[in-house]
């Protein structure tokens, strides 16, 4: 009797443990959804608009200028001398090398402000991340691009974006 008492009680022991043990809970959420459709999200895709936008202005003016050269050049093949028309064109040539060494450095420089930007992004909401799993009990946050198939019960998209909102409005670039 003392045997199956004991036996008994350690049955209770082992399964009573199971039913206490933390349950590790799982989410996802899209981070790009997060980088598009929050406020400071919004605000980083402005701020690259318009530096894309005042660069493209810029560019357009001196494709402007190389092309009125260029005809202004072509105009004067006659008049001028062979070596004079000559150095005109290598100015030419020159002046277009320039230009596109620009506008390659503006394209690299205009990637890496996007880049320094969602950099900067994530950094502020890591915080916010760790502070919401430990509110909820959640052991492991996913992002929605590495899941094949979830609940949509486990997306804590929306509540995350909400709460990045409220604490971060804006990013500035500089």
């Known amino acids: 009797?003392?045997?199956k008492l004991l036996l008994i009680i350690i049955f209770f022991i082992f399964f009573s443990k199971y039913s206490i043990s933390q349950e590790n809970k799982i989410v996802y959420l899209d981070l790009n959804i997060i980088m598009t459709n929050s406020i400071a999200g919004k605000s980083i895709s402005s701020q690259l608009?318009?530096?894309h936008k005042k660069n493209i202005s810029n560019f357009e003016k001196f494709e402007e200028e190389l092309k009125r050269e260029e005809a202004?050049?072509?105009s004067?093949?006659?008049i001028i001398s062979k070596e004079k028309f000559e150095k005109k064109i290598m100015d030419l040539?020159?002046?277009a090398n320039k230009y596109r060494k620009e506008r390659n450095d503006n394209i690299n420089n205009?990637?890496?402000q996007r880049l320094d930007a969602t950099e900067k992004?994530?950094?502020l909401i890591r915080p916010i991340l760790s502070e919401y799993s430990e509110k909820n009990s959640i052991s492991l946050i996913i992002q929605k691009k590495n899941i094949v198939i979830g609940k949509t019960a486990l997306d804590i998209?929306?509540?995350i974006l909400k709460i990045v909102d409220e604490k971060i409005t804006k990013i500035s670039l500089d």
């Open 121 to 123: 992004m994530i950094s």
């Open 93 to 95: 040539r020159d002046k």
């Open 157 to 159: 998209t929306d509540d």
């Open 72 to 74: 202004e050049i072509i």
């Open 49 to 51: 608009e318009t530096n």
């Open 1 to 3: 009797m003392k045997i």
């Open 110 to 112: 205009l990637n890496n």
């Open 76 to 78: 004067q093949k006659n």
